[in-house]
C-alpha cells in the first residue's frame, strides 16, 4: 500500500465536492455583484477579497460562497513549522521584479493588473494541446486549500494558504506523449503593464518574458500546485494573478507567475535566473541549507510574521524545505552539491 494511502481528500465523499456547475457560474455571479469589472482585479486594499462583502443572509450571497468552496487538504498540514503568515504581509511582501525589484514594487505598481481576456496555452509534447481563458481556470478540477511554506532563495520564509489543484491535473487532461522529459513555463509579457519589463534596469537585468521549468516527474508530484488564490480569495497581482506556481520544496523563484504558456519538453528548458546567474540559481533549486549561496548562507531563514523583516524570527532551514518524505526520492543518486 502506498505510504500516502487514505489522505483526507481521498476520504471525501462525492456530497463534499462543489458541482462543476457552481464553479462554471462563478464569474459571472460575481460580475453581476459588482466585484469584479472591465476585466480588472480589485485594488490591494480590497485584494480581490469578495467574501468580505458577502456576509449577509441574502440568497446572492449564500449563492456566492458556496460558488467559492474549497476542500481543505490537511495532509502537509504537520509540516507547517509555525502559524500563518498574515495575510498583509503575504500580499505586500513580494519578489514580482516585472513590477519592479523593491518588495513593495508589486503591491503599488500591479494594481489595476488585467487578468481578461487570459490566455493559458498548453501545447508541445501532449496528444491534446489546449487553450484556456480565464473562466476555465477554476473549472479544470475541484479548488482546495494547501498550507505550505514559502521559502525564498534569499534566506526569509512565509506560511501561505494557497487555493488551487494539482499541476498533475492538469497535465494529464493533456495527455504527455512519451517524449515528455520536462514543462516548461512562460510569464505574462506585458511591458505597459509591468513596467519591469520596458526597462532592464527596473526590470532586474533579466530578459524578459519570465520563464522557468521543472522535470517531468516534479510536476507530476503531489506536492505541485496551480494556485489560484491565497487566503481562500482571488490571487492579487502583485503575487501573480490570475495562475501562478507553487513548488514548495523549491525556491520562491521557482514558482513563476502570472502563466500565460506551458510547454512539454523533450530537453530541459531555459530557467529565468539560471540564465542570469547559473553559478548561484541552478536549475533544480532545492531548498538545501547545506548548499551556501555565493553571497549569504542557506542553513537558516527569517520567517515573516507580524513585525517587520529586521524583526522576524530566524529559523534552521530544512532540507528540501521541509518535505523530504515526500520528494527526496525523486533525487535519489543525485549529487545535491552539483544539481543545486
Keep these: 500500500m502506498s505510504k500516502y494511502a487514505n489522505k483526507p481528500w481521498q476520504r471525501m465523499t462525492e456530497a463534499e465536492v462543489t458541482p462543476e456547475a457552481v464553479f462554471a457560474d462563478r464569474r459571472r455571479l460575481l460580475k453581476q455583484l459588482g466585484f469584479v469589472g472591465a476585466g480588472t482585479l480589485l485594488s490591494s486594499s480590497a485584494n480581490a477579497g469578495v467574501l468580505d462583502f458577502l456576509l449577509g443572509d441574502s440568497e446572492q450571497a449564500v449563492f456566492a460562497r458556496r460558488a467559492l468552496q474549497h476542500r481543505k487538504n490537511l495532509t502537509f498540514d504537520h509540516l507547517i513549522n509555525g502559524p500563518l503568515t498574515p495575510e498583509q504581509k503575504v500580499i505586500s511582501h513580494n519578489n514580482f521584479y516585472e513590477f519592479g525589484t523593491a518588495k513593495t514594487d508589486p503591491v503599488n505598481k500591479a494594481q489595476g493588473f488585467k487578468v481578461e481576456p487570459w490566455k493559458l496555452v498548453i501545447e508541445g509534447e501532449v496528444a491534446k494541446p489546449m487553450t484556456l481563458d480565464y473562466d476555465d481556470l477554476f473549472k479544470l478540477a475541484p479548488l482546495e486549500e494547501r498550507i505550505y511554506r514559502l521559502r525564498c532563495v534569499e534566506a526569509w520564509s512565509m506560511v501561505v494558504p494557497w487555493l488551487g489543484f494539482p499541476l498533475a491535473a492538469l497535465l494529464k487532461r493533456a495527455e504527455p506523449t512519451s517524449k515528455a522529459k520536462y514543462v516548461a513555463f512562460e510569464t505574462l509579457y506585458d511591458p505597459e503593464q509591468?513596467?519591469?519589463?520596458?526597462?532592464?534596469?527596473?526590470?532586474?537585468?533579466?530578459?524578459?518574458?519570465?520563464?522557468?521549468?521543472?522535470?517531468?516527474d516534479e510536476a507530476m508530484n503531489e506536492l505541485t500546485l496551480l494556485s489560484v488564490g491565497l487566503y481562500g480569495k482571488t490571487l492579487p497581482p502583485q503575487n501573480g494573478a490570475p495562475i501562478r506556481l507553487v513548488v514548495p520544496w523549491k525556491y520562491g523563484f521557482k514558482s513563476i507567475k502570472s502563466i500565460v504558456r506551458i510547454r512539454l519538453t523533450e530537453t530541459q528548458p531555459p530557467s529565468t535566473w539560471n540564465?542570469?546567474?547559473?553559478?548561484e540559481y541552478g536549475f533544480y533549486a532545492n531548498v538545501n541549507p547545506a548548499v551556501d549561496h555565493p553571497r549569504w548562507s542557506q542553513a537558516s531563514e527569517r520567517r515573516i510574521g507580524a513585525g517587520g523583516l529586521l524583526s522576524a524570527k530566524r529559523i534552521p532551514t530544512e532540507p528540501f524545505n521541509g518535505y523530504g518524505d515526500y520528494v527526496a526520492s525523486l533525487y535519489q543518486g543525485m549529487d545535491l552539491t552539483r544539481y543545486y
Design 194 to 216: 509591468m513596467p519591469g519589463q520596458s526597462n532592464r534596469f527596473l526590470g532586474g537585468g533579466i530578459d524578459y518574458p519570465y520563464v522557468e521549468g521543472l522535470r517531468m
Design 275 to 279: 540564465l542570469l546567474a547559473a553559478h
